[in-house]
């Protein structure tokens, strides 16, 4: 039975995405990318990727330059693992470059990806098993997004949670909801 119903849902959100891509998800007529100048805050398309493309742009949470994440400066101890994560801006300049190709989802997604880096990875999987059907409460959800907002300012991943909440309450997803 449980099988069956995540099947149903995983069916029925393929074709509300499908929907979604064919009609340019109800966000109106995408708009044309724009051409890069070069300037900060001006990042489209054309910039894409960014390694390729623009590395001087990219620096590591450490501030290492992207042309600096070598072999050699790991083995020489000036490139650890912490280097390799990815930075919040460049998560943000991504989002700048789907936001200039229309692609607005994907840009939302890359904004709050990049608030994310903000809290341990331990919390993240704790928190994505909690957003997982019938595995938490409304108040339990209430207050991750609560602890998103005011301990890690990620103001964006909190209003996703209190999104889901509503989503979950209309279709019986809360734990100790009883599947219809």
């Given at each position: 039975?449980?099988?069956?119903?995540?099947?149903?849902?995983?069916?029925?959100?393929?074709?509300?995405?499908?929907?979604?891509?064919?009609?340019?998800?109800?966000?109106?007529?995408?708009?044309?990318?724009?051409?890069?100048?070069?300037?900060?805050?001006?990042?489209?398309?054309?910039?894409?990727?960014?390694?390729?493309?623009?590395?001087?742009?990219?620096?590591?949470?450490?501030?290492?330059?992207?042309?600096?994440?070598?072999?050699?400066?790991?083995?020489?101890?000036?490139?650890?693992?912490?280097?390799?994560?990815?930075?919040?801006?460049?998560?943000?300049?991504?989002?700048?470059?789907?936001?200039?190709?229309?692609?607005?989802?994907?840009?939302?997604?890359?904004?709050?990806?990049?608030e994310l880096t903000k809290v341990p990875d331990d919390r993240v999987?704790?928190?994505?098993?909690?957003?997982?059907?019938?595995?938490?409460?409304?108040?339990?959800?209430?207050?991750?997004?609560?602890?998103?907002?005011?301990?890690?300012?990620?103001?964006?991943?909190?209003?996703?949670?209190?999104?889901?909440?509503?989503?979950?309450?209309?279709?019986?997803?809360?734990?100790?909801?009883?599947?219809?």
């Amino acid at each position: 039975m449980a099988q069956m119903l995540n099947e149903e849902m995983i069916a029925e959100l393929v074709k509300e995405v499908l929907k979604g891509m064919s009609s340019s998800g109800g966000e109106g007529k995408a708009p044309t990318p724009k051409e890069s100048t070069g300037q900060k805050g001006s990042l489209s398309v054309k910039d894409y990727p960014l390694g390729s493309k623009k590395p001087d742009t990219i620096k590591s949470p450490r501030g290492n330059a992207f042309s600096e994440l070598t072999l050699d400066a790991v083995l020489q101890g000036k490139a650890t693992f912490e280097d390799f994560r990815i930075a919040p801006e460049a998560l943000l300049m991504q989002a700048e470059i789907a936001e200039s190709a229309g692609r607005r989802q994907v840009a939302s997604n890359l904004r709050r990806a990049a608030e994310l880096t903000k809290v341990p990875d331990d919390r993240v999987l704790e928190i994505y098993n909690a957003l997982r059907p019938h595995r938490s409460t409304k108040e339990e959800l209430m207050a991750i997004a609560d602890e998103l907002e005011n301990k890690y300012n990620a103001t964006a991943c909190a209003t996703f949670v209190r999104e889901a909440v509503s989503v979950y309450e209309r279709r019986k997803l809360l734990r100790g909801d009883i599947p219809e």
